[in-house]
């Protein structure tokens, strides 16, 4: 039996990803409901964390809880890859051990060729190009609170980066227009703009991208790794703040969303995180129970 991956969006169908968001959406009312339920007693999920995480860690290991496994965490001095093992190695190794790998890594390179030496699913947790288990909350959050987003609009605002490229992908493959407002050479990558055709837009104008749409995100201007360029990024990026005066220029049913942890002050203004139209907490909340879908989707027969 060939084994499944979710290394990105495109790994699933559209029919698969709309199941795991409707799962994900009943686990999280069993979870609520106070149901035990333990489809997964006895499997282990590992976790290779190269980039530090809170809400990665803490929604995979209790998630893993929640459905009756465990989940061992592995920092960069836990494993040796840091300290020149290959990947191949590794993933030969730890897929005899564990019934899944989730990795949070710099390089997609590294979980694609993960994947392909190990013998069990590989999830992406997030790489330098793509971050698919957190579209995946977004996508539940927005199923959950307005229903679906096909045909919708949808707004990103600021940096072309990894949360970025898969909206590109999640227009794709839920159906939807995506406006991208950024600085020139802060685009997302065109591979994937290319896979996209004319579901996406860029702009330059934040009020252009956001004029009518019935979602608004953003994302930190300086990602992990970006630091030495953070006080370049602030100034070129100060024009595509999201402030609840952008988003007026918005649909009346405007969702705002943000993967966490937001910088106040810097991509958003303060108050937009405390504004009605803000859902940034369903969406943190919404990172536990997608994946927990997603794991069964990838383990129960």
Same mark, same amino acid.
């Given at each position: 039996?060939?084994? #499944?991956?979710?290394? @990105?969006?495109?790994?699933? @169908?559209?029919?698969?990803?709309?199941?795991?968001?409707? #799962?994900?959406?009943?686990?999280?009312?069993?979870?609520?409901? &106070?149901?035990?339920?333990?489809?997964?007693? !006895? #499997?282990?999920?590992?976790? %290779?964390?190269?980039?530090?995480?809170?809400?990665?860690?803490?929604?995979?290991?209790?998630?893993?809880?929640?459905?009756? &496994?465990? $989940?061992?965490?592995?920092?960069?001095?836990?494993?040796?890859?840091? *300290?020149?093992?290959?990947? =191949?190695?590794?993933? *030969?190794?730890?897929?005899?051990?564990?019934?899944?790998?989730? %990795? #949070?890594? +710099? $390089?997609?390179?590294?979980?694609?060729?993960?994947?392909?030496?190990?013998?069990?699913?590989?999830?992406?947790?997030?790489?330098?190009?793509?971050?698919?288990?957190?579209?995946?909350?977004?996508?539940?959050?927005?199923?959950?609170?307005? &229903? @679906? %987003?096909? &045909?919708?609009?949808?707004?990103?605002?600021?940096?072309? !980066? !990894?949360?970025?490229?898969?909206?590109?992908?999640?227009?794709?493959? +839920?159906?939807?227009?995506?406006?991208?407002?950024?600085?020139?050479?802060?685009?997302? /990558?065109?591979?994937?703009?290319?896979?996209?055709? /004319?579901?996406?837009? %860029?702009?330059?104008?934040?009020?252009?991208?956001?004029?009518?749409?019935?979602?608004?995100?953003?994302?930190?201007? $300086? @990602?992990?790794?970006?630091?030495?360029?953070?006080?370049?990024?602030?100034?070129?990026?100060?024009?595509?703040?999201?402030?609840?005066?952008?988003? /007026?220029?918005?649909?009346?049913?405007?969702?705002?969303?943000?993967?966490?942890?937001?910088?106040?002050?810097?991509?958003? =203004? $303060?108050?937009?995180?405390?504004?009605? *139209?803000?859902?940034?907490?369903?969406?943190?909340? !919404?990172?536990?129970?997608?994946?927990?879908?997603?794991?069964?989707?990838?383990?129960?027969?």
């Amino acid at each position: 039996m060939t084994v #499944r991956h979710f290394l @990105s969006l495109m790994d699933c @169908s559209p029919t698969e990803l709309t199941s795991l968001l409707k #799962r994900g959406i009943e686990l999280k009312s069993l979870h609520r409901q &106070g149901v035990v339920y333990e489809p997964l007693k !006895n #499997r282990v999920l590992g976790m %290779i964390f190269e980039k530090a995480s809170t809400r990665t860690r803490v929604s995979f290991e209790a998630g893993m809880i929640q459905l009756g &496994g465990q $989940a061992i965490f592995l920092s960069p001095r836990d494993t040796q890859l840091g *300290r020149g093992e290959p990947v =191949d190695d590794c993933a *030969r190794v730890l897929s005899s051990m564990c019934d899944a790998m989730m %990795i #949070r890594t +710099f $390089a997609h390179e590294t979980l694609e060729t993960f994947a392909s030496y190990s013998q069990v699913p590989v999830i992406n947790g997030l790489s330098d190009d793509l971050h698919p288990c957190q579209l995946l909350a977004d996508m539940q959050t927005f199923l959950e609170q307005r &229903g @679906s %987003i096909q &045909g919708k609009t949808v707004a990103w605002v600021g940096d072309g !980066n !990894n949360m970025c490229n898969t909206f590109v992908q999640a227009a794709v493959q +839920f159906d939807f227009q995506l406006r991208v407002a950024c600085p020139e050479g802060y685009e997302p /990558d065109h591979k994937f703009l290319d896979q996209a055709g /004319d579901r996406v837009t %860029i702009t330059r104008d934040p009020r252009e991208a956001v004029a009518g749409a019935h979602l608004v995100n953003t994302d930190v201007w $300086a @990602s992990m790794g970006q630091e030495d360029e953070a006080e370049a990024r602030l100034k070129r990026f100060k024009p595509y703040q999201v402030t609840p005066e952008l988003l /007026d220029a918005a649909d009346e049913s405007v969702l705002f969303m943000h993967c966490l942890p937001a910088h106040r002050g810097e991509e958003v =203004d $303060a108050d937009v995180m405390n504004d009605p *139209r803000c859902v940034v907490w369903d969406q943190a909340e !919404n990172r536990l129970h997608a994946q927990k879908a997603l794991v069964e989707f990838l383990l129960v027969d």
